[in-house]
């Protein structure tokens, strides 16, 4: 190796950016940190003017939908370090790793039906980025038998934002949810393995991207349902597995539904029960290239895309809780609670009546019953608990 290698290869650094999000703080897990910049044109208290410099160059690739530079990103560092350094590949198999069951995270705490606080795969797509000497950076897209790499000037290289990512907010994770996925992928590495694969799969499923179809967002989900519940390849069997994880306060029989779902003959199996059995029976179709199913449907594709994407977390969380590295907080119970009534309403995408603007749904309608309902639960427990000592005077 000659001279000037060498001192290119001393100069080499690696800038690991999410583009396309901003997130609403800094979030920390394990030797991981999601270090938000919110202007990329202003001073930042962790990062000197040469890491500054630096992050300015690489994101002037990266545009908007209207071309103009993308105004801030954020940074995934290792705790203590510098943000632009060189790697090894654990090291960046390791961030890659981490930035995931951040997406996760944050996929599991958004908001439905029209909400602001949404958030999808897409925005934590993830660039790691070799910067040389001279301003270059190295591009290495996929090609089928592996990457291309290609070094490139920033100067006139440009990176355009999905339009799946164009509706702007600060990205929120469920930073506890987070830790717990960190905790366990070093504390319990063999089942890990497993949620890695089902993790994976449903981002993959939620990128909101037009390349990925709503049949391939089923199967990958139905798997990831399928990984996580370690249930056989069959309906009955996933649909015990998903029944038996996800309990609400009260249960939703399929003989109470107007959805009229196929119970196989026993009405009072739960609703939820039916809603999986299904679900998983047409992903058996996808799987094998049939894209119109001739079966009988209770629920129509959007509805149970949505649906999956609200369950699946929920069945994380919980069998999180059962391995001691999570606690359900009220929000996740109402979650779990509203479930089963969601799924059992005529069209849950419609209006509320006297609907009261962005975010008012009908599934945001059945969470703040859900919340109330506790709310009334512990109230009358803690009067329960108190009347049993008083006495009364007059």
Known sequence: ????????????????????????????????????????????????????????????S???????????????????????EDLTDEELDTARTMVELACFASLSRRAFFGSLDYANATRFTFYQQRLGSGGFVTLAPRVREGRALHAQSTTGLAISEPIQVAVKGRIRIDEPLWIALCDLRSGFPEPYRRWHDAILGFNAANTDSDDIGPEAE???????????LEAQSKADDLAD?????????????????????????DDSRNLRWAWMHEFYRLRNEYAHGKRNSAQNQAWNQQEHLILAAIAFPLVA???????????LTDSDSDRIDSFECLADQEDFFAEPPGMKGTGDSIYSRLLSEASDCRARERMIAALDSNGGSGSNEG
């Not at 999410?18 to 991981?32: D, Q």
């Not at 202003?42 to 410099?53: I, Q």
């Not at 990266?62 to 632009?84: D, E, I, K, N």
């Not at 089923?218 to 996580?228: E, I, K, P, T």
């Open 317 to 327: 969380k919980v069998k999180l809780q059962e391995l001691g590295y999570y606690t």
């Open 62 to 84: 990266y545009r908007t939908l209207q071309g103009a530079p993308v105004p801030g990103c954020t940074l995934v560092q290792f705790s203590g370090r510098s943000a632009l």
């Open 241 to 265: 597995a998903f029944d038996r994880a996800l309990t609400p306060a009260e249960n939703v029989a399929c003989a109470q539904s107007a959805r009229r779902p196929n119970c196989k003959g």
């Open 1 to 60: 190796m000659g001279e000037d290698d060498r001192s290119a290869e001393e100069h080499v650094m690696i800038a690991q950016v999410l583009p396309w999000m901003v997130a609403a703080k800094k979030y920390v897990a394990g030797e991981i940190e999601l270090l938000p910049i919110a202007n990329l044109e202003t001073d930042h208290d962790e990062l000197d003017d040469a890491e500054l410099a630096a992050v300015r160059n690489v994101m002037s």
């Open 218 to 228: 089923w199967v990958l989900m139905a798997g990831s349902f399928q990984r996580l």
